[in-house]
């Protein structure tokens, strides 16, 4: 059975900076697509970053390129989204994801992704 868990989130002020990581406990880790989505209030679950099994393939939302990355750690079965610049619009609950079908060419679409975490809170504030 597949287990991810979310952790990092937390209150930060415009600007400021985080580091999410999600822990997986899942064999060969490093064959699957990782995938950072968030979603607020009242909103749809969004596409936020995507990387690759090997990690030499990343994918990023529009709305957050040049200001977060996402990267991987297959030797800990941990992948992370470190984000700067934060801005109030960012403020949601953040999941990682994982595509159990997918080793490589990351996929922004959340219906390709077979598992799930619980979710970490991240809230911006101005």
């Known amino acids: 059975q597949v287990q991810l868990v979310e952790s990092g989130g937390g209150l930060v002020q415009a600007g400021g900076s985080l580091r999410l990581s999600c822990a997986a406990s899942?064999?060969?880790?490093?064959?699957?697509?990782m995938g950072w989505f968030r979603q607020a209030p009242g909103k749809e679950r969004e596409f936020v970053a995507a990387?690759?099994?090997?990690?030499?393939?990343?994918y990023y939302a529009d709305s957050v390129k040049g200001r977060f990355t996402i990267s991987r750690d297959n030797a800990k079965d941990t992948v992370y989204l470190q984000m700067n610049s934060l801005k109030p619009e960012d403020t949601a609950v953040y999941y990682c994801?994982?595509?159990?079908?997918?080793?490589?060419?990351?996929?922004?679409?959340?219906?390709?992704?077979?598992?799930w975490g619980q979710g970490t809170q991240v809230t911006v504030s101005s």
């Open positions: 990387i690759g099994g090997s990690g030499g393939t990343t």
């Open positions: 994801a994982l595509d159990f079908h997918r080793s490589w060419n990351p996929s922004g679409m959340k219906y390709d992704y077979d598992y």
């Open positions: 899942v064999r060969t880790f490093r064959t699957y697509v």
